[in-house]
T-cell receptor, first 113, second 113 residues
Framework: DQQVKQNSPSLSVQEGRISILNCDYTNSMFDYFLWYKKYPAEGPTFLISISSIKDKNEDGRFTVFLNKSAKHLSLHIVPSQPGDSAVYFCAASDGGATNKLIFGTGTLLAVQP | SAVISQKPSRDICQRGTSLTIQCQVDSQVTMMFWYRQQPGQSLTLIATANQGSEATYESGFVIDKFPISRPNLTFSTLTVSNMSPEDSSIYLC??????????FGQGTRLTVV
């Protein structure tokens, strides 16, 4: 049972345009959500997070939106740059003492120059 | 942010043998996590390694197959035992940062032949 889903395995956008990566979850106990970026042959790198008490968090070119009623979050990258090309994973936590993260399957973003 | 060093970065192993992966964190952390990423799949948590106690394994993972050591607050090892081609994956260790964010090592790409 996949509790965190990224239904788009890949996305291609032009440099300078907006990239929108989507993530859905099923467990209503999740209260903290994160996005990670992963380049080949490297470990995932933390990008941005959002608590369930918020609906938006912004950090530079990256903004994460959370719609709790729809159990949906999205990552917006504006403007997209070729260096943003990577696999993006969303992850969720129920905030328990274990700090366990449940990851989605990832979306490969390709930003075309 | 924590720096996590993981080795080896990659290995090719014969079936039936075992491989031990090492993970070193540059600061003391209470918990360390071991993940597996099978080809084309998400990151799946194998176990949580706590210093001074036995690791806690997730459903589908057992200590006999993936023994873990946690001798101190900065180091952990994961052994993949009696390997088969199905164990070919990327293995990642991680440690929590502030809040729920986690930092990852660069991963160990294991190929079993």
């Amino acid at each position: 049972d996949q509790q965190v889903k990224q239904n788009s395995p890949s996305l291609s956008v032009q440099e300078g345009r907006i990239s929108i990566l989507n993530c859905d979850y099923t467990n209503s106990m999740f209260d903290y959500f994160l996005w990670y970026k992963k380049y080949p042959a490297e470990g995932p790198t933390f990008l941005i997070s959002i608590s369930s008490i918020k609906d938006k968090n912004e950090d530079g070119r990256f903004t994460v939106f959370l719609n709790k009623s729809a159990k949906h979050l999205s990552l917006h990258i504006v403007p997209s740059q070729p260096g943003d090309s990577a696999v993006y994973f969303c992850a969720a936590s129920d905030g328990g003492a274990t700090n366990k993260l449940i990851f989605g399957t990832g979306t490969l973003l390709a930003v075309q120059p | 942010s924590a720096v996590i060093s993981q080795k080896p970065s990659r290995d090719i192993c014969q079936r039936g043998t075992s491989l031990t992966i090492q993970c070193q964190v540059d600061s003391q952390v209470t918990m360390m996590f071991w993940y597996r990423q099978q080809p084309g799949q998400s990151l799946t948590l194998i176990a949580t390694a706590n210093q001074g106690s036995e690791a806690t394994y997730e459903s589908g993972f057992v200590i006999d197959k993936f023994p873990i050591s946690r001798p101190n607050l900065t180091f952990s090892t994961l052994t993949v035992s009696n390997m088969s081609p199905e164990d070919s994956s990327i293995y990642l260790c991680s440690a929590p940062a502030q809040g729920t964010e986690a930092f990852f090592g660069q991963g160990t790409r294991l190929t079993v032949v």
